[in-house]
């Protein structure tokens, strides 16, 4: 059975990740989730898998390299996942510090205490032993032409506190592979959609204020392109990566989706119109009048797409997740979780942790 220490399990992505795992694996594999519960990190988003024999949460923050020791020395880790990490741009122009801190500086330890487990006398590593670096497309900088795309091999560009982070952390997993021939990977996604996103990304928040009542605010002009990648793919892809990839590789995991932002706005008011029944009280809420245009953000990037040519031609993954298909499943997922929605915009979901460990 191997052992997969995951790091940043219970926010939006990782979360996603562990569930895609269990579905696939069952009870051929363990999972280890380390999370320090930000405001990003809700463990209800596991609440349906926290009972398995095969799963293990330790609340524990990546920077603190004593109790990330400890993991390593009470479990045998063969794989480590590296989710976590601060992630909304908006907040790391307000406080680069904290992006540094955990992007960087978080990454680093992790690195340090895998190669200290792993490492044999010789400096060789254990057999299998494998570390995944989650980054993003935003490394790359700002695609200003249509018909460019970002490949494993387009030069870095960051323009945000928060790619910054990203960018470095990646810099220093390669600098592990190629000093120490330390057994990583890294990819880098595309911008992700579905279930458990924290509503201060767009398109949770869109949803959520929707429902409301509330505007709708919209950065700039709107036609600021994403390129969206349906989260269970992401995990499928990651999966294939760490079990299937070439060692010291970077991949790039995009969903062929590229939408404007207003367009992305446009399609969750059609979605929720047509999901929506008539006599629904929310449903007379929703209006496209509520969308308002608001000052740009800071160094905002224009647009961003992946090509993921070579996670498909070495690995044969590709997105399955049509942007039409996972936006209607992803609406419907948060208009039958309202409770969690409710949960997670009052901040009632940070009591879980004490509800269920508070004293274990």
Request: hydrophobic fraction near 30%.
């Amino acid at each position: 059975m191997k052992t997969y220490l995951v790091t940043g399990g219970a926010g939006f992505i990782g979360s996603n990740f562990i569930h895609y795992m269990f579905k696939k694996y069952d009870n051929d594999i363990r999972i280890i989730n380390l999370d320090v519960l930000t405001y990003a990190g809700n463990l209800e988003n596991l609440e349906d898998i926290e009972g398995r024999e095969n799963y293990t949460f330790v609340k524990a923050d990546i920077r603190d390299k004593e109790a990330v020791r400890k993991v390593f020395e009470n479990n045998e880790i063969d794989y480590v996942v590296n989710f976590a990490a601060e992630s909304h741009v908006d907040r790391s122009i307000e406080n680069p510090e904290i992006f540094v801190e955990t992007n960087v500086l978080g990454t680093l330890v992790m690195l340090n205490e895998a190669k200290r487990a792993w490492e044999k006398e010789d400096g060789s590593y254990k057999e299998g032993c494998r570390f995944l670096h989650v980054s993003t497309d935003e490394v790359y900088g700002s695609l200003n032409n249509l018909t460019d795309y970002f490949y494993e091999t387009t030069p870095y560009d960051p323009h945000s506190p928060y790619s910054a982070s990203k960018a470095s952390s990646d810099f220093l997993v390669k600098s592990y592979v190629d000093t120490y021939k330390f057994p990583a990977f890294i990819t880098n996604c595309s911008n992700n959609y579905g279930p458990y996103q924290f509503p201060e990304k767009l398109i949770p928040l869109i949803i959520n204020n929707a429902l409301k009542g509330e505007k709708l605010p919209v950065y700039g002009d709107g036609k600021n392109v994403r390129d969206w990648l349906y989260v269970e793919d992401h995990a499928k892809g990651i999966d294939m990566v760490i079990n299937g990839g070439r060692i010291g590789e970077k991949y790039n995991i995009g969903g062929h989706n590229e939408k404007q932002n207003i367009e992305i706005i446009h399609i969750i008011l059609d979605t929720l119109n047509e999901l929506l029944d008539d006599s629904d009280p929310r449903k007379k809420n929703v209006s496209e009048e509520l969308i308002t245009f608001v000052t740009d953000r800071k160094g905002h990037d224009r647009r961003y797409a992946i090509a993921p040519d070579k996670i498909k031609a070495e690995l044969g993954w590709e997105p399955e997740t049509m942007f039409s298909e996972g936006i209607k499943k992803t609406v419907k997922w948060y208009l039958e979780n309202e409770k969690w929605f409710k949960g997670v915009t009052s901040g009632d979901y940070q009591k879980y942790y004490d509800k269920m460990y508070t004293g274990r």
